[in-house]
């Protein structure tokens, strides 16, 4: 199994900066896609940024330009750098990890975090 951890969320004033970190465990053989999904009250969870393992991003229009993605392979972690952060950010984040256990088990399965409060307030 893999376990992801995520830390960092919190509450913090519109315009303010948070950074979310999530480390991946357990039986892992790579990691392919890593990043972030985050769910606000009443609405489906939606796409936030997720990182390949190299340098490939794919990452919501509404958050380009104020948050960042990043990965450190070796450590098997991913962190979200937030910036200027509004109230419409505000919601559950959770971190989502595409893996592979073992070298002799091709299976890629979904993971995902606990999820980490984020709370923006204007």
């Known amino acids: 199994q893999v376990q992801l951890v995520e830390s960092g969320g919190g509450l913090v004033q519109a315009g303010g900066s948070l950074r979310l970190s999530c480390a991946a465990s357990?039986?892992?053989?790579?990691?392919?896609?890593m990043g972030w999904y985050r769910q606000a009250p009443g609405k489906q969870r939606e796409l936030v940024a997720v990182?390949?393992?190299?340098?490939?991003?794919n990452m919501s229009d509404s958050v380009k330009g104020r948050f960042t993605i990043s990965r450190d392979n070796a450590k098997n972690t991913v962190y979200l750098q937030m910036n200027s952060l509004k109230p419409e950010d505000t919601g559950v984040y959770y971190c989502?990890?595409?893996?592979?256990?073992?070298?002799?088990?091709?299976?890629?399965?979904?993971?995902w975090g606990q999820g980490t409060q984020v709370t923006v307030s204007s």
């Open positions: 989502n990890a595409l893996a592979r256990q073992s070298y002799s088990d091709y299976a890629v399965r979904n993971y």
């Open positions: 357990g039986s892992i053989f790579s990691i392919s896609n």
């Open positions: 990182k390949g393992s190299g340098v490939n991003i």
